[in-house]
């Protein structure tokens, strides 16, 4: 960390210490009036790694801000906007090696996105319309980070190629379930939903810098290591979601002609 500038350690810092306190806020609110549960929330599946507590802790601090931003009048599509605007700002950090900056840009971008439906909600507007413009936002959100990262590790082939399988399988695993969704099928939780691999990414962003490993012929290996694992179970679960998604359609017969459950 010494080859950080105090402004880098102070935004390392203040992205590291906010969700310890949301975390640590949620748990007292669990110890004195039980979980906060949300219906919308409850459909999520878990995170492999963190289980369920994280993501009802987030969606708790984040419903109170929707309430408040809700009473501003805004209206959730140009928090849509914003949302956009702050996670491609992470594509232009990363590609210039600014790490942490991006790290900070995916996750406060995430948490503009989740305010957009918060605030429809609360408002009684939520709409189709409104859910096509954040799911193409969310691509947009997903890929700015990784194309930056594909460009700091332009001189490494295998580091590049990692980030380009991240990419590629962060795509695959929306673009599965919206298909499925379409289809009305209705598929379990599976691996590395958008909010996992936001965490993954963001703490490789994050930590990158902080913690290198002597010997590694990468620059910041842990931020390649996030990737890493983005890139290999993300794709992973892509193909699941496709063998879950045919036998269901198969077993609704509707798959090819000749072929039974």
């Not at 842990?222 to 699941?240: E, F, H, M, P």
Request: hydrophobic share 55%; net charge positive.
């Amino acid at each position: 960390m010494s080859g950080l500038g105090v402004a880098e350690k102070s935004l390392i810092g203040l992205f590291l210490a906010l969700p310890a306190l949301v975390l640590a806020a949620y748990g007292v609110r669990v110890a004195v009036a039980g979980r906060a549960l949300d219906p919308r929330v409850q459909r999520e599946s878990s995170t492999v790694l963190l289980g369920r507590f994280p993501i009802e802790a987030f969606h708790w601090a984040l419903r109170g801000v929707g309430r408040s931003v809700s009473r501003t009048g805004v209206s959730p599509d140009t928090l849509t906007l914003i949302s956009l605007v702050i996670s491609c700002a992470s594509l232009p950090l990363a590609a210039l090696g600014m790490l942490p900056g991006a790290g900070a840009a995916l996750i406060l971008g995430a948490a503009f996105d989740a305010l957009d439906g918060i605030v429809a909600r609360e408002r009684g507007v939520a709409s189709d319309a409104g859910e096509v413009l954040d799911a193409v936002v969310d691509r947009y959100a997903d890929a700015a980070p990784l194309v930056g990262l594909a460009v700091y590790y332009r001189s490494s082939v295998p580091a590049l190629v990692l980030v380009l399988l991240a990419l590629l399988g962060s795509m695959l695993v929306s673009y599965v379930r919206a298909k499925s969704e379409a289809m009305a099928l209705s598929l379990p939780g599976g691996l590395m939903r958008r909010h996992e691999r936001i965490a993954y990414l963001t703490a490789g962003l994050l930590l990158g810098p902080v913690l290198p490993l002597g010997g590694v012929p990468f620059a910041a290996p842990l931020t390649l290591l996030s990737v890493a694992v983005v890139a290999i179970v993300s794709n992973l679960a892509a193909i699941l979601l496709t063998r879950a998604a045919r036998a269901a359609l198969v077993r609704a017969g509707r798959g090819p002609r000749g072929l039974v459950p």
